[in-house]
C-alpha cells in the first residue's frame, strides 16, 4: 500500500470530524481528489462517467432524474440535505465542510441557512474580479497589464476600420467575447443592446496561454503554464471558445524572459487577491502579442479553474513515480494543485509546500457544433471507440445545448506543435472525428 503523504494527512486530520462535500453538477470537477479519500464525499448528477466511477467509490453520491441539475439545485434537494445531515452532521461534533465549483450568493444564502460551512471564497468579490467591467475597478494598478481597453455603452462605439474586441460584463469560456471585424457587424450589436455597457479592447493576435495559481495563507503559490487551445475547428464554430490545454507547448514558444513576465503578472494578480480576503484557487488567461512577443493579462478566473483535475491527475503521476526519476523534492513537500487548493480553504499551514511541476499532457473537447449533434451520431461513427483503441481518455457529457462540451479527449502527451496547429498526436485524435 502506497504510503500517505504529508499533505493528506493534514488534510485528512482537518476533515477527520467535519467531513468534506464536493456538491457539483459534473463529476469531473471533484475528482482532482481520489474518491476514496476518507471522509471526502461526492455529491452530483448521474453521467456515464459519475456511474462508471460511484460503482467503485462509494463515497460517490449520484442524484438521478431526468435533466442535469446545477449546484445550487442539487443543494436544495432534500436527498442532499438528508445525505449531508448523516454523515456530517451534529453527531460528528460539528458542522459538515461544503465545496463547491462556482459560488454564487444563493449557495450562501442556503449554507448559512442550513448550518453548513462553505469553504469557498466569497461570491461577491469573485464577481468584482470575474466581470468585465468591475474587474477594472478592483485591479487598481493592475490594469497596465491589460491591453488598451475603454469602457462605454454600445450605442456610443464607433467604427474606425480596424477590428477590436468587445465584451460584456459577463461571459464564459469565450461566449461573451466578439471580435468586431466590420462596421455592419458592430451597427447590429448597437441596434441590438444600445444601452450595454461593454468593455473595447485592443484586438491582439498570438497564443493563450492560462495556470492555476494559489492564494495559501500568506503564499502565493505558481502553477504550471498550459497553452489554451482556443477556437480550433472543428471542435467549435465559436472563435474565443476554449476548448482545451497543453502543457507542453509553453516551453516550445515562450522564452525563459516571457516566463518570468508571466509569473510576475500571475503574482501580482495573486498579491491583490490576498489583499481583498481571497483563498485557494485563480486562474489568468494571458495573451503573447505575435509581433512584439509582449504578454498581456486577459482574464482572470476567480475559482477553480476547469483544468484543475487533470492537471492534478496528471501531477498524481509524477508524484507517485520516484522522486529522484521525476527531478522534484522529496514526496513531503509536493502537492498537486487540487490538493493544495483544499488544504488552502481548510486553513492548513502551507508550511514549504511546492505544486509538483508537469510539462506534458493535453486535453481537448469536442463541442456540440451544427456538425456534432449527439453522442448516440458518434457512437454510429465509432468516433468514441476508435479514440479509446487509441489510449486516450474519453469523458462523455449529457449535454444537448449548442456549445456545450460533448467529450473530452485527454492525452499523457501534448497535442499541439505551434499555435492553432495539431502536432501528430493531436493529428490522430483528428482522424477520429
Not at 189 to 206: L, T
Request: proline share 5%.
Amino acid at each position: 500500500m502506497r504510503k500517505a503523504r504529508r499533505i493528506e494527512d493534514k488534510i485528512s486530520s482537518r476533515i477527520l470530524r467535519h467531513p468534506l462535500f464536493y456538491v457539483c453538477r459534473d463529476i469531473e470537477r471533484a475528482i482532482g481528489l481520489v474518491p476514496n479519500f476518507p471522509n471526502y464525499y461526492i455529491i452530483t448528477n448521474a453521467s456515464p462517467l459519475a456511474a462508471r466511477l460511484a460503482k467503485k467509490y462509494r463515497q460517490i453520491i449520484l442524484i438521478k432524474g431526468r435533466e442535469n441539475l446545477d449546484t445550487w439545485e442539487l443543494l436544495q434537494l432534500p436527498q442532499t440535505k438528508k445525505i449531508i445531515s448523516a454523515q456530517g452532521g451534529s453527531a460528528l461534533g460539528g458542522k459538515p465542510n461544503i465545496l463547491v465549483f462556482k459560488n454564487t450568493p444563493q449557495i450562501e444564502g442556503l449554507c448559512h441557512k442550513m448550518g453548513w460551512k462553505l469553504l469557498n471564497p466569497s461570491a461577491k468579490l469573485a464577481g468584482q474580479v470575474e466581470e468585465k467591467i468591475s474587474q477594472i475597478k478592483w485591479l487598481g494598478p493592475l490594469v497596465k497589464f491589460l491591453p488598451s481597453y475603454k469602457v462605454t455603452v454600445c450605442k456610443k462605439i464607433t467604427w474606425t476600420g480596424k477590428k477590436f474586441i468587445l465584451q460584456f460584463n459577463r461571459s464564459h469560456t469565450g461566449s461573451g467575447t466578439i471580435l468586431i471585424a466590420s462596421k455592419k457587424q458592430l451597427d447590429e450589436i448597437k441596434h441590438k443592446f444600445p444601452q450595454r455597457e461593454a468593455r473595447v479592447a485592443e484586438y491582439i493576435s498570438g497564443p493563450l496561454f492560462t495556470n492555476n495559481n494559489m492564494v495559501w495563507s500568506d503564499k502565493i503559490l505558481l502553477g504550471n503554464i498550459s497553452y489554451q487551445i482556443t477556437g480550433l475547428k472543428p471542435f467549435t464554430d465559436l472563435p474565443f471558445a476554449t476548448i482545451g490545454n497543453d502543457w507542453a507547448l509553453p516551453y516550445k514558444i515562450l522564452s525563459p524572459e516571457q516566463i518570468k513576465q508571466y509569473n510576475k503578472i500571475a503574482t501580482e494578480v495573486g498579491r491583490r487577491l490576498k489583499k481583498s480576503g481571497w483563498k485557494g484557487l485563480f486562474g489568468i488567461d494571458v495573451i503573447m502579442k505575435q509581433k512584439t512577443g509582449r504578454l498581456y493579462l486577459l482574464e482572470i478566473n476567480a475559482r477553480q479553474p476547469a483544468s484543475t483535475t487533470y492537471e492534478s491527475q496528471l501531477q498524481s503521476t509524477v508524484c507517485h513515480s520516484d522522486p529522484e526519476d521525476s527531478g522534484e523534492e522529496s514526496l513531503d513537500n509536493r502537492c498537486t494543485t487540487f490538493e493544495a487548493h483544499l488544504a488552502s480553504l481548510l486553513s492548513v499551514s502551507p508550511d514549504k509546500y511546492k505544486l509538483i511541476t508537469i510539462k506534458n499532457g493535453a486535453q481537448i473537447i469536442q463541442r456540440i457544433t451544427h456538425k456534432k449533434i449527439s453522442i448516440r451520431q458518434l457512437a454510429d461513427k465509432s468516433q468514441i471507440s476508435n479514440l479509446t483503441k487509441k489510449k486516450f481518455n474519453i469523458i462523455i457529457y449529457n449535454n444537448t445545448e449548442p456549445n456545450s462540451d460533448l467529450f473530452r479527449i485527454q492525452s499523457k502527451k501534448g497535442i499541439m506543435s505551434a499555435h492553432n496547429k495539431l502536432n501528430k498526436v493531436g493529428q490522430a485524435i483528428l482522424c477520429c472525428l
